[in-house]
């Protein structure tokens, strides 16, 4: 059974580097899927932030594109996100989930999520 | 790009059948048959309900089905149960490479 787990700073300061890192049990990073981030700000929707697959290619969320890079660690069986410049706007909820063999198509399972506040 | 609509609630008593729709654009939902759906309980992750319209994980209630028609895709959920009672978020692959979730529908149980 696939298991993911987010791990990363809580806080984090104004104009600086949120990174977080996405743990992967149950199943190999290289399995040849594509393995994702997503966040929710507090009592608000989700939004797709973006997608990798293990050979390196990425696609992002055109609204965090300038500020988003997302890698992946094989020999860890990890994936992680990194968000530079974050304002309060980026303090939410973040969940890593496994997608589909094809870019296109669907998230599952998720981590339980972990909250990044972004304050001073 | 902008969120899917959804209505911000739905409602029903047990037993009765409710529908939440999702409405995109011809360039996601209406161009893809990749819409999928997601059943978030408070403080938790959101959980796989449907994939590809209409298909569901292995296991998951029959209860819960999902359709599409246009621009406009659809979630079933008949005999409603308490523990229905959650936030309901749809999602679609769009013509950019990009995913686009709704904007999520409150389910009550009366």
């Known amino acids: 059974q696939v298991q993911l787990q987010e791990s990363g700073p809580g806080l984090v300061r104004p104009s600086e580097t949120l990174s977080l890192t996405c743990s992967v049990s149950?199943?190999?990073?290289?399995?040849?899927?594509?393995w994702a981030w997503m966040r929710q700000p507090p009592g608000k929707g989700l939004e797709w932030i973006g997608s990798v697959f293990f050979g390196g290619t990425t696609y992002y969320n055109p609204s965090l594109k300038s500020r988003v890079t997302i890698s992946v660690n094989t020999s860890k069986n990890q994936f992680s996100l990194r968000l530079t410049s974050v304002t309060a706007a980026d303090t939410a909820v973040y969940y890593c989930a496994k997608g589909s063999l094809f870019h296109a198509g669907w998230f599952d399972p998720w981590g339980q999520g972990t909250l990044v506040t972004v304050s001073s | 790009q902008s969120a899917l609509t959804q209505p911000a609630s739905v409602s029903g008593s047990p037993g009765q059948s409710i529908t939440i729709s999702c409405t995109g654009t011809s360039r996601d939902v209406g161009d893809y048959n990749y819409v999928s759906w997601y059943q978030q309980h408070s403080g938790k992750a959101p959980k796989l309900l449907i994939y590809d319209v209409s298909s569901r994980p292995s296991g998951l209630s029959d209860r819960f089905s999902g359709a599409k028609s246009g621009n406009t895709a659809s979630l079933t959920i008949s005999g409603l149960q308490a523990e229905d009672e959650a936030d309901y978020y749809c999602s679609s692959y769009t013509s950019s490479s990009t995913y686009v979730f709704g904007t999520g529908t409150k389910v009550t149980v009366l």
């Open positions: 149950g199943d190999s990073i290289g399995s040849g899927y594509y």
